[in-house]
């Protein structure tokens, strides 16, 4: 039997739940825990990315990126998951899973990289708790 997961062709607001259920695992899993989050922005920013370009991609992609850059990770959880899939963003649930993750207090966070090559968006950032704060991750 396979375990649960948050990610699915359909989205569902059981999926939502699963991805919290997957953050309350992690966090009750050690005092410390690494979380390596790979969750694919849009795939549609230009004329020869995989998706051909949709004008929705690139505000989609910027609400992850300062989401991030922000800190204010529960932002991530506004992303429209149906969006999501017709963008050829399949890190939808990933994204969830983060921000349930972090859902106690805003991170430290560095964005490193924010760009979209070939028209597909990527961002990759350090997220990590201060070090005055405790509880989750």
């Known amino acids: ?27 009750a899993a050690s005092d410390r825990v690494g979380l390596l989050v790979v969750a694919d922005g849009s795939a549609r920013r230009s004329l020869k990315a995989p998706g051909y370009f949709d004008d929705r991609a690139e505000p989609y ?26 963008l050829m963003a399949s890190g939808w649930a990933a994204l969830q899973v983060l921000a349930a993750a972090f859902r106690s207090y805003r991170p430290q966070t560095t964005v490193h990289y924010a760009d979209a090559p070939f028209g597909v968006g990527y961002l990759v950032a350090t997220i990590a708790r201060s070090p005055a704060q405790s509880g989750d991750l």
């Open 1 to 27: 039997r396979r375990p649960p997961t948050c990610a699915s062709r359909t989205v569902t607001a059981a999926r939502a739940t699963t991805c919290d259920k997957v953050a309350e695992d992690l966090n």
């Open 61 to 86: 992609d910027s609400a992850i990126h300062q989401a991030i850059a922000s800190g204010e990770l529960a932002a991530l959880r506004t992303l429209d998951p149906l969006l999501a899939r017709e």
